[in-house]
């Protein structure tokens, strides 16, 4: 039996790599069958912790400041 993912996600704590401003967790999340990255920033405001979320389409890789851009693929090579 299948299980219906529909307006639901999940978030798993992400390893930073040395890089703070890269997410504390990263996931997936799926709004009316459209698949979305989910990432999340922990932070200190005026009534305490909060979290800061950033959702991008599924088919675009997820951005994140500081993060490489992705590698090109083999249809941009000119040869």
Not at 26 to 54: A, C, H, P, R
């Amino acid at each position: 039996m299948d299980y219906d993912n529909t307006n639901s996600g999940v978030l798993f704590k992400n390893d930073k790599q040395g890089n703070e401003k890269r997410p504390d967790y990263k996931g997936s999340i799926d709004v009316n069958g459209t698949e979305y990255w989910l990432s999340s920033w922990i932070k200190d405001g005026q009534k305490g912790k909060f979290m800061s979320l950033s959702v991008q389409p599924k088919d675009e890789q997820p951005k994140t400041q500081n993060d490489s851009p992705p590698a090109p693929s083999d249809e941009s090579i000119p040869f």
